[in-house]
């Protein structure tokens, strides 16, 4: 079994930054085994993709919406994985979702994500 535990959500203004995180854990789990991904869902919308990492860390794929305004990275050793927001914009504002997938690819796509964190609230206002 995997456990993750996403947090770093909260309140920022528009052109803000917020750094998300997200730690693995569980008896089976072996960090580079698995593509990272992080996903967001606004109220009244379908969660969608925001961007994914490969085992490696070497291949990430981004949603054209946060293409040079968001980052994804991971540090294996740890377990992690993070999600730095910059340049905020209120359309961010969503729960911002952790995920783990066993596909030695990148991946955008919801269902080939097997473990979900929790999620936490990103909400971008003046």
């Known amino acids: 079994q995997v456990q993750l535990v996403d947090s770093g959500g909260g309140l920022v203004q528009p052109g803000g930054s917020l750094r998300l995180s997200c730690v693995v854990s569980?008896?089976?789990?072996?960090?580079?085994?698995?593509?990272m991904g992080w996903f967001h869902q606004a109220p009244g919308k379908e969660r969608e993709s925001v961007a994914v990492?490969?085992?490696?860390?070497?291949?990430?794929d981004y949603a054209d919406s946060v293409k040079g305004r968001f980052t994804i990275f991971r540090d294996n050793a740890k377990n992690m994985v993070w999600l730095q927001m910059n340049s905020l914009k209120p359309e961010d504002t969503a729960v911002y979702y952790c995920?783990?997938?066993?596909?030695?690819?990148?991946?955008?796509?919801?269902?080939?994500?097997?473990?979900w964190g929790q999620g936490t609230q990103v909400t971008v206002s003046s």
């Open positions: 990492i490969n085992r490696s860390g070497d291949r990430k």
């Open positions: 995920a783990a997938s066993t596909n030695a690819r990148t991946t955008m796509l919801l269902h080939d994500y097997s473990y």
């Open positions: 569980g008896r089976t789990f072996v960090g580079y085994y698995y593509t």
